[in-house]
């Protein structure tokens, strides 16, 4: 039977830094939780990206470019920003720094926690595999998140969706590498700004540019 017990949920200053690397790292063990009609889902993060918006080829905001999609990442850190990757995946960012700089991680990977049946429905899955929560679709669609939940306020209450720091977080190592999908973004395509948790089964199975 699955145990859950409720941790810390991360304050605003956690993500109101500026250095959208660390908190990437840091955001490693913690747990992303949702709570949509009644159905409580928890997902320990294994692999995160950072994206920032000053010099990063690879971000949406690069050269401070505001659109109707980054704006909310234009706002205060500590909000979630949802978008749809090939008109098909929703991948679930938390935004970071103070208002007017556009970072963001990318949450890649999760490790079922809690709520695992609800997790196989919405992927249509009969049984648990590594897979479930691989990959920012993968572990957007088993957590229920949609593009409609950017803007969401992790700090808030009666937000549906927030990270918590659990009571007990195991040991781990720290694995650095070059982020996916992101060939087009010249020089910063080999940043080393993807981060998982080393051997973990839970982590995707993509490949950066490097490797």
């Given at each position: 039977?699955?145990?859950?017990q409720p941790?810390?949920r991360?304050?605003?200053a956690?993500y109101?830094?500026?250095?959208?690397?660390?908190?990437?790292?840091e955001?490693l063990?913690?747990?992303?939780?949702?709570?949509?009609?009644?159905q409580?889902?928890?997902?320990r993060?294994?692999e995160?990206?950072?994206?920032?918006?000053?010099?990063?080829?690879?971000?949406?905001?690069y050269?401070q470019?505001l659109t109707?999609?980054?704006q909310?990442?234009?706002?205060?850190g500590?909000h979630?920003y949802?978008?749809?990757?090939?008109?098909?995946?929703?991948?679930?960012?938390?935004?970071?720094?103070?208002a007017?700089?556009a970072?963001?991680?990318?949450?890649r990977?999760?490790?079922?926690?809690?709520?695992?049946?609800?997790?196989?429905?919405?992927?249509?899955?009969?049984?648990?595999?590594t897979?479930?929560g691989?990959?920012?679709?993968?572990?957007?669609?088993?957590?229920g998140?949609?593009?409609h939940?950017?803007?969401?306020?992790?700090?808030?209450?009666?937000?549906?969706?927030?990270?918590?720091e659990?009571?007990?977080?195991?040991s781990f190592?720290?694995?650095t590498?070059?982020?996916?999908?992101i060939?087009?973004?010249?020089e910063?395509?080999?940043?080393p700004?993807r981060?998982?948790?080393?051997g973990?089964?839970?982590?995707?199975?993509a490949?950066?540019?490097?490797?």
């Amino acid at each position: 039977m699955e145990t859950y017990q409720p941790g810390t949920r991360l304050n605003e200053a956690f993500y109101l830094r500026e250095d959208v690397v660390q908190i990437s790292k840091e955001l490693l063990g913690k747990h992303l939780v949702t709570c949509f009609d009644g159905q409580l889902t928890v997902g320990r993060i294994v692999e995160t990206e950072a994206y920032r918006d000053s010099d990063d080829k690879a971000c949406h905001a690069y050269g401070q470019r505001l659109t109707p999609r980054t704006q909310i990442m234009f706002g205060p850190g500590g909000h979630a920003y949802v978008y749809l990757c090939y008109g098909i995946h929703h991948l679930f960012n938390v935004v970071t720094a103070p208002a007017g700089q556009a970072h963001a991680v990318l949450v890649r990977a999760i490790e079922p926690i809690y709520g695992v049946e609800t997790m196989l429905q919405r992927r249509k899955m009969s049984q648990l595999k590594t897979t479930l929560g691989a990959g920012p679709g993968s572990l957007s669609q088993a957590m229920g998140l949609r593009t409609h939940h950017t803007g969401l306020a992790f700090t808030d209450e009666s937000s549906p969706v927030w990270i918590e720091e659990p009571q007990e977080t195991p040991s781990f190592q720290v694995k650095t590498g070059t982020r996916v999908g992101i060939a087009f973004a010249e020089e910063c395509a080999f940043w080393p700004w993807r981060f998982s948790i080393v051997g973990n089964p839970w982590v995707s199975k993509a490949k950066g540019i490097d490797e």
